[in-house]
């Protein structure tokens, strides 16, 4: 096996300035899109739920498209496909004076759209596993619907959301790395350009998977600190978490002597 | 314990005091071909404590939750304070009130469940405070400071704080009984609020809603504590598959049934 080590240990260590605007972009293409695709999915989810059969058809028929089409299909559709029958086409833009690829906005509107639609079923069950009686309780207090959502239905279907919400999360990042198809330079697509040309392909796909893992594992700690604090919240005795658990058993005064003393 | 309810006696906006407050006039609803309720008809004069019994399955709990009509009615007519209950009269028939004005209409009638239903995401406190601050759009300030109040006299002071699952059923039933009474209510419809505790619990939550019933405030209760009922109802009525079979005072349904079927119904549960 022929194994690169120093190209190894410089292109994880020392990656290049464009390696890492590609790091840099997957992160804020995967944070965007979910916090669209969480908005989006909320408005599709209370479409769903609607008193009118037009909004609650349209609910419908967009999460069964969404969800039954291959999101690298969807992205080529939106990108490629809109813009070569002429009928949209994603131009560069200038805001907050950064130059934005249109391919970046493609690529955040077909995420945001493709991650909408699994969010909006998350949401959906997480509303309807809050107990009836709750909104019940809301009606005699004389809440309207629409205030019982607010205090108290969604609230509570957050905790129960937020998991699953973090899964989406962990794959979207994941699956940015298909954004290389219509020319996005997040860090998959860079490291093929290195690769291409360095011929070191094992090498710096190693270091790529190496990145990926570190920003799910990161974003693992984010998410149990999150679970957390909503339990805090709703009075669940909180079992702190491995480190703290790690460091106050190496801390703390052996358990005799702490008898002894009190 | 001081007067729970200090609003409730002089209610403002009354027709005429000597009006019933409820005011139940031939309710029937069906389900399924079958008859729930059955032409029921009864009043609730101010300050009267009205207790509903009689076998499971009777319709109380049904007729009870129509009185705030979180279950609607096919006929008949209910008036609450002079108002119509859930529906508006039109040249074209009955129209259902709005969620706004149902909500509205809600607001003078305070309600306890028989699985006490409390905001799980909030203390103790909180949820007695939440509906005055948020909904009623009352000062903060105060509405907390009233909302201590009331989750004192409930005798849970040091557990205000409290998250709801880590309160034993009983306190959180008199958490919910507290939360009901921070809207001020002219009429407070308890549904079998001691059916889902454990034995040694019940008399808490009976204490709290005797105590409220000594300060006037009008009530109607669905139980099965015949004890308790007989205590501190003015007035007992009877139901048997939908309809309101027997009425009287204690005295008189307890000891002189009229009706068989309540003769062996009190039989039973005795």
Known sequence: MKFDWSFFWQSLFTPSPAFLAGFALTIVISIIAMVLAILVGLLVALAARSRWLVLRAGAGIYIWVVRGTPVLVQLVIIYLGLAAAGVFRFEDQYWFGFLIRGAVIAAIVGLTIHESAYISEIIRSGLEAVDRGQSEAAAALSMTPAQAMRWIILP???????????????????????????????????????????FKTFEIFIVVALYYLALTTVWTVIQASIERSLNRRIGIPVRSSMGARLWSTLTSVPFRERKATA | MTNLNEHSASS????????????????????????????CSFDVRRGEVVVLVGPSGAGKTTLLR??????????????????????????????????????RQRRHTGFVFQHFNLFPHMTAVQNVWHTPVHILRENKVEAKDRARALIDRVGLGPKADAHPRNL???????????????????????????????????????????????????????????????????????????????????????????????????????
Not at chain 1, 157 to 184: D, H, Q, W, Y
Not at chain 2, 79 to 95: C, E, H, K, L, N
Not at chain 2, 230 to 246: F, K, P, T, Y
């Open chain 1, 156 to 198: 509570q279907a957050l905790r129960t959301m937020v998991p699953p919400f973090g899964n989406e999360f962990n794959s979207l990042m994941k699956t940015t790395s298909i954004l290389s198809i219509i020319g996005v330079s997040e860090m998959f697509l860079v490291a093929q350009s290195i690769s291409s040309v360095t």
């Open chain 2, 168 to 270: 034993s059923g009983g306190q959180q039933q008199r958490v919910a009984i507290a939360r009901a009474l921070a809207m001020r209510p002219k009429l407070m419809l308890f549904d079998e609020p001691t059916s889902a505790l454990d034995p040694e619990m019940v008399g808490e939550v009976l204490a709290v809603m005797k105590d409220l019933a000594s300060s006037h405030m009008t009530m109607v209760i669905v139980t099965h504590e015949m004890g308790f009922a007989r205590e501190v109802a003015d007035r007992v009525i009877v139901m048997d598959q939908g309809r309101i079979i027997e009425e009287g005072s204690p005295d008189a349904v307890f000891t002189a049934p009229r009706n068989e079927r309540t003769a062996s119904f009190l039989a039973q549960v005795r």
């Open chain 2, 12 to 39: 403002e906006a009354a027709p005429s005091s000597t009006d019933p407050l409820v005011r139940v006039s031939h309710v029937s609803r069906s389900l399924g071909g079958q008859k729930i309720l059955d032409d």
């Open chain 2, 66 to 103: 129509t009185i705030n009509h979180l279950e609607s009615h096919d006929e008949g007519e209910i008036y609450v304070a002079g108002d119509r209950v859930g529906y508006r009269q039109t040249s074209r028939g009955r129209v259902e009130l709005s969620a706004r004005e149902l909500a």
